[in-house]
């Protein structure tokens, strides 16, 4: 079992940055994958980044590459999401979710996530 807290959000201007991080409980945290999704108002939950249990792998959406930096800190048992150049399309509550072992493959899917936040609020005025 995983619980995962969200921190970091908050009301931001375009262009401006924020560091989201999701710190987990538990003493396996390292063999899980981790990944950041994203919901906006009326619209599905998104992938946002996504990270190897080692942090040696991540993927992000095409919509943020170049801006975020998803990283992880294992002895800290913390996951984080740099922002940076955000945009008001990026205005969504933000999830930090957990994928249990055994990982095949790091995926982008919100559905292979065993586990979730309970999410930060990201407002990005113009």
């Known amino acids: 079992q995983v619980q995962l807290v969200e921190s970091g959000g908050g009301l931001v201007q375009a262009g401006g940055s924020l560091r989201l991080s999701c710190a987990a409980s538990?003493?396996?945290?390292?063999?899980?994958?981790m990944g950041w999704f994203r919901q906006a108002p009326g619209k599905e939950r998104e992938f946002v980044a996504a990270?190897?249990?080692?942090?040696?792998?991540?993927y992000y959406a095409d919509s943020v590459k170049g801006r975020f930096t998803i990283s992880r800190d294992n002895a800290k048992n913390t996951v984080y999401l740099q922002m940076n150049s955000l945009k008001p399309e990026d205005t969504a509550v933000y999830y930090c979710?957990?994928?249990?072992?055994?990982?095949?493959?790091?995926?982008?899917?919100?559905?292979?996530?065993?586990?979730w936040g309970q999410g930060t609020q990201v407002t990005v005025s113009s």
């Open positions: 990270i190897s249990w080692s942090g040696g792998s991540t």
């Open positions: 538990g003493r396996t945290f390292s063999s899980y994958a």
């Open positions: 979710a957990a994928d249990s072992p055994p990982i095949v493959v790091v995926t982008t899917s919100p559905y292979d996530y065993d586990y």
